[in-house]
Antibody, heavy 119, light 106 residues
Framework: EVQLVESGGGLVKPGGSLRLSCAAS????????MNWVRQAPGKGLEWVSS????????YYADSVKGRFTISRDNAKNSLYLQMNSLRAEDTAVYYC????????????WGQGTMVTVSS | DIQMTQSPSTLSASVGDRVTITCRAS??????LAWYQQKPGKAPKLLIY???SLESGVPSRFSGSGSGTEFTLTISSLQPDDFATYYC????????FGQGTKLEIK
């Protein structure tokens, strides 16, 4: 079964750092681009970042550029999001997601991990 | 950056109704548009990809249409399980989501 499991969320103070992980299973992780999407409490979905299968291409939303770093370890079937200089507006559920069927749309999502930035 | 605008933001309807949600892109995205359904506390679920292709396992009462800058999601006969929030997403140039449409029971 294709599965994504996020971890690493928690409570952090403004200006702090956190590293999220997304463990992948049930598919050949190294063949697929991966993405992070977040959702602030009571708000809509916001794309955060994408990384190609070999890490050659990386993209960020303007709202996180310069503060967040996406990376992957294909040997460990894992996706990461290093979040620095965190702000209250980064408070959200963070999902990893990708397209396994090759359509471009995100047909597989993790369950999400909550990040709360508060003093 | 491409902006996605959905309307309406909230839609009240009854079981059995036919409903339509509209999504507009700030520039042409060809047919690179998806629709998702999300229920409280759950991850989004893909319904439609490439504007009009039904994801496997999704009931046929869901349909999508459009190309370029204007798209619609139609539910032909609302079922109790359909009351949720719906999002459009463009994936022509990076990724962007619409703000969502909450479908409520009238």
């Amino acid at each position: 079964e294709v599965q994504l499991v996020e971890s690493g969320g928690g409570l952090v103070k403004p200006g702090g750092s956190l590293r999220l992980s997304c463990a992948a299973s049930g598919f050949t992780f190294s063949s697929y681009s991966m993405n992070w999407v977040r959702q602030a409490p009571g708000k809509g979905l916001e794309w955060v970042s994408s990384i190609s299968s070999s890490s050659s291409y990386i993209y960020y939303a303007d709202s996180v550029k310069g503060r967040f770093t996406i990376s992957r370890d294909n040997a460990k079937n894992s996706l990461y999001l290093q979040m620095n200089s965190l702000r209250a507006e980064d408070t959200a559920v963070y999902y990893c997601a990708f397209t396994v069927a090759g359509t471009g749309a995100f047909d597989i999502w993790g369950q999400g991990t909550m990040v709360t930035v508060s003093s | 950056d491409i902006q996605m605008t959905q309307s309406p933001s909230t839609l009240s309807a009854s079981v059995g109704d036919r409903v339509t949600i509209t999504c507009r892109a700030s520039q042409s995205i060809s047919s690179w548009l998806a629709w998702y359904q999300q229920k409280p506390g759950k991850a989004p679920k893909l319904l439609i990809y490439k504007a009009s292709s039904l994801e496997s396992g999704v009931p046929s009462r869901f349909s999508g249409s459009g190309s370029g800058t204007e798209f619609t999601l139609t539910i032909s006969s609302l079922q109790p399980d359909d009351f949720a929030t719906y999002y459009c997403q463009q994936y022509n140039s990076l990724v962007a989501f619409g703000q969502g449409t909450k479908l409520e029971i009238k």
